[in-house]
């Protein structure tokens, strides 16, 4: 046999020989990024029974809150040493019962604010047809107890600007009640101006004070 021959021979031989230690290592690779991966999600406050390594390709599917969960096992799985590849499916949760509708009822107000005539606790005709809708979505969960909060703008008094807020208060529950909402589900509070979302120096922050808030819990 040549000695080029045997050159290629050697070199066949030990290129065959890597090949079966990479074949042999490599179960032991996946089990320790396996192993690395599951803890690092666990420390996150997540479930890492989702996690799926294919080579050093890692995959991880669960249920996240938002967008931040997402990045953030991405990172955590990106910065292992020896991973070639990160992919993370994350499945929003659906948020609780009572905060949804309280973003619903958040956006009604938002799209129908309720309002009364001035330096009274008279609703508008469009607001009582806003509270129609509103009665219409809490019917839908009975099981939800809603605070209806009454908020001032910092003109007036400050003493009669908390008695103007309950009595706006007091009447979008008794408009409701009327509506069919169960009184006991049905809690109102005023707050006067001690609770502004705006600048009172201006009238459009004075006109965001004056407001109804929904305050919605299971």
């Known amino acids: 046999m040549s000695e080029r021959l045997l050159g290629w021979f050697g070199v066949g031989t030990f290129g065959a020989l890597w090949a079966v230690c990479l074949i042999r290592e490599a179960p032991r690779i996946e089990a320790e990024l396996l192993a690395q991966g599951s803890e690092a999600i666990n420390v996150a406050g997540l479930p890492s029974n989702g996690l799926i390594i294919d080579g050093r390709a890692l995959t991880w599917r669960g249920v996240v809150d938002g967008a931040e969960d997402i990045v953030r096992v991405g990172d955590l799985l990106a910065e292992m040493a020896g991973v070639r590849s990160v992919r993370v499916d994350g499945i929003r949760r659906p948020p609780p019962k009572a905060k949804t509708l309280e973003r619903r009822l958040a956006q009604l107000v938002e799209h129908h604010p ?10 508008v005709s469009r607001s009582r047809e806003s509270l129609d809708v509103m009665a219409d979505v809490m019917a839908g969960e009975p099981d939800m107890s809603i605070l209806i909060e009454g908020h001032t ?23 409701l009640v009327l509506r069919g909402i169960a009184p006991d589900r049905l809690e109102a509070i005023g707050f006067g101006d001690t609770a502004p979302i705006a600048d009172n120096a201006s009238a459009a922050g004075r006109r965001a004070n004056r407001r109804i808030v929904f305050r919605v819990k299971e």
Do not use: H, K, W
Request: no cysteine; net charge positive; glycine share 4%.
């Open 153 to 175: 703008d910092s003109r007036g008094d400050p003493r009669m600007n908390l008695e103007l807020s309950q009595q706006r208060a007091d009447a979008v529950r008794r408009y």
């Open 114 to 123: 309720i309002t009364f005539t001035s330096n009274s606790a008279v609703l």
